[in-house]
């Protein structure tokens, strides 16, 4: 990487224990950095039941309920490696605290909306908060924790209560949106911003490189522009199909400008991503795995609840308490990730993590049109937890080894693959469970492919990563 500058970090360091244990103070730094990634969690699943909700009061159509999620998606997405880069060089604490800010104001306005104009705008303005949020918040993490034990347990920390909100957020929006309406789902996340923006001054060090940094434009320009326009082609392409001429030509117009992004970095001074790390094998098979684990798991807890409500006949609040009861599970295996990861390394645990769930996926394959439910519930709750532990191992994999500069970089790509995985996943086998002759057909053959490319997915990281290697 051209620069060559190392991170100062102003204000105390909170980490001073070696031996894993986190102090009074370093506890405090990191309930607010996991409170932010949680409220993103939360933001990401909470409005999902609510949007027939939504759209009988805002006046929105069916077709265009689609854009209350890819209004978020989109800039949360795309503009992450930007945000992440930009972090390393202008301090990570006053670019954090400025997505807190926004994300804050535009849940209030998503809050107080008039209209659908009113409203997606504060969904976009959201996913742009989000996109700072996330990738400052874990270069915080990873530069406030020394690499080892306390990393390791502080993003088994993070990683779980990024998984319980996605979670909690399926179960809460049902119920707050039947006891208070839709909008109490947008004024929680603003509230939850105004406490951490509270609290994340006078707590969060900060940190940055020690000489004049350089943003690399024309990088910046083509990956944001390319991740837009894929993320905005696999978003739509559950609704309209990849047969339509504008999903197809966006993604194709997206995968043209990764290409001259590739080719910009690789002529580029100061690169906005170092073309040599990206070629670590860490970096790259940890953040396949990532992608594979989050896009499956994604598209289970999709069919899923498909499967329950209308296969099954079960309520919305069955429903929630079935993946309540998964998210319960995943906070358990968090709990003890980190142990686990300091025993066997995080190569190994991700590699075992994803044939947990590539196995508990395939005996999802098992459910019926009768009592499916504790097996469906039992199953997804175990490979929930095989989950936790592959997106945990996979966080430690692509960090572990990489300088403080440029850990907004590598934070920015793990957080890029999370985002990308929960976007990807869906469109590719979502869509096969509504268009198959019986929707419970349809789930049984989403799946039988979901455990397969798990599967094959583990085969490739661990010969990718190299067998007994510890990360």
């Given amino acids: 990487m051209a620069i060559d500058t190392q991170t100062t970090t102003t204000g105390p360091h909170p980490a001073a224990p070696e031996d894993g244990r986190l102090s009074g103070r370093a506890r405090l730094v990191l309930f607010v950095l996991c409170a932010a990634q949680f409220m993103v969690a939360l933001d990401f699943s909470v409005l999902n039941v609510a949007l027939p909700a939504l759209g009988a009061d805002l006046g929105m159509s069916r077709s265009a309920l689609q854009w209350a999620v890819t209004a978020f998606a989109l800039p949360s997405g795309g503009f992450l490696l930007l945000f992440g880069r930009i972090a390393d060089l202008y301090g990570r604490k006053r670019l954090f605290l400025t997505g807190l800010a926004v994300f804050g104001a535009a849940s209030v306005l998503a809050t107080l909306a008039w209209d659908p104009v009113s409203f997606l705008t504060g969904r976009a303005l959201q996913g742009l908060g989000a996109a700072v949020i996330v990738p400052t918040g874990m270069s915080l993490l990873t530069t406030t924790f020394p690499e080892g034990p306390q990393r390791d347990r502080a993003l088994g920390i993070s990683g779980t209560l990024m ?7 399926m179960v809460l929006g049902g119920v707050m949106t039947d006891t208070l309406g839709w909008r109490s789902t947008m004024g929680l996340l603003a509230v939850t911003a105004v406490v951490v923006l509270v609290l994340a001054p006078g707590l969060l060090p900060e940190s940055r490189t020690t000489e004049r940094p350089r943003l690399d ?12 326009a894929v993320i905005y082609s696999l978003s739509t392409a559950a609704q309209r199909g990849f047969g339509d001429v504008d999903v197809w030509g966006t993604l194709v117009a997206g995968l043209v400008l990764l290409a001259v992004f590739v080719a910009v970095e690789s002529r580029a001074a100061a690169p906005l991503v170092s073309l040599p790390m990206l070629k670590r094998r860490t970096v790259a098979w940890g953040n396949f795995g990532g992608l594979v684990t989050f896009s499956m798991m994604s598209t289970v807890i999709f069919v899923l609840t498909l499967y329950l409500q209308e296969t099954l006949g079960l309520s919305s609040f069955r429903t929630g308490l079935v993946f309540g009861i998964q998210g319960l599970a995943s906070v358990a295996a968090g709990a003890y990730a980190s142990k686990v990861i300091g025993r066997f390394g995080a190569r190994r645990t991700l590699v075992w993590s994803l044939v947990g769930q590539g196995v508990l996926g395939a005996a999802l394959v098992g459910v019926g049109t009768g009592s499916g439910a504790l097996l469906a519930t039992a199953a997804v709750s175990l490979a929930s937890m095989c989950h936790l532990g592959a997106i945990i191992s996979y966080g430690v994999v692509v960090t572990s080894g990489v300088p403080d500069e440029q850990q907004g970089l590598a934070t920015g790509l793990v957080t890029t693959t999370q985002q990308i995985g929960l976007t990807v996943g869906i469109p590719l086998l979502g869509v096969l469970a509504t268009t198959q002759a019986t929707l419970f057909g349809g789930v049984r053959t989403v799946l ?20 007994g290697r510890r990360a």
């Fill in 163 to 169: 998984s319980l909100g996605f979670t909690v957020g």
């Fill in 217 to 228: 434009v024309p990088g910046a320009v083509t990956v944001t522009g390319g991740l837009l």
């Fill in 448 to 467: 039988a492919l979901d455990a397969v490319i798990v599967l094959a997915a583990a085969l490739l990281v661990a010969v990718g990563l190299g067998r």
